[in-house]
């Protein structure tokens, strides 16, 4: 039972990174233009230092995956683009997610 919880609040908390990392784009140019706020600034530096705590091939298929995905990129057509087998994107997308989710503080999660 206990470990279905942690697996289940695991899966949320990646849930909201994949959204977090899909507004970061949106918070930088914000940003760019200068019209970000308190909390919004204190979001983009907190995703930005978790996505430089990633490795170089992690980096890649977050950047790839939910960053840079103007195109709207399937999965397998990222694998292809970075050369990755099937399994190799899916294991190194996991690890990335699971580290920016342990980075960002579990405030960042609350719902209430």
């Known amino acids: 039972m206990e470990i279905k919880k942690v697996n289940d609040c695991k899966k949320n908390n990646t849930n909201e990174v994949i959204t ?3 507004s970061f784009n949106t918070l930088k140019n914000k940003k760019r233009l200068k019209i970000i706020n308190e909390k919004e600034e204190l979001i983009y530096e907190l995703i930005k ?4 705590t990633l490795n170089e091939r992690e980096y890649d298929v ?7 995905n103007i195109d709207n990129n399937f999965n397998y057509g990222i694998q292809y683009n970075l050369r990755l ?8 997308k996991e690890s990335a997610l ?10 960042l999660f609350d719902v209430s």
């Not at 950047?63 to 840079?68: E, K």
């Open 62 to 68: 977050i950047i790839n995956t939910y960053i840079d």
């Open 85 to 92: 087998s099937r399994s190799t994107y899916y294991r190194v």
């Open 49 to 52: 230092s978790s996505l430089e």
């Open 98 to 107: 699971n580290k920016i989710s342990d980075f960002l503080p579990d405030t």
């Open 20 to 22: 977090l990392l899909q």
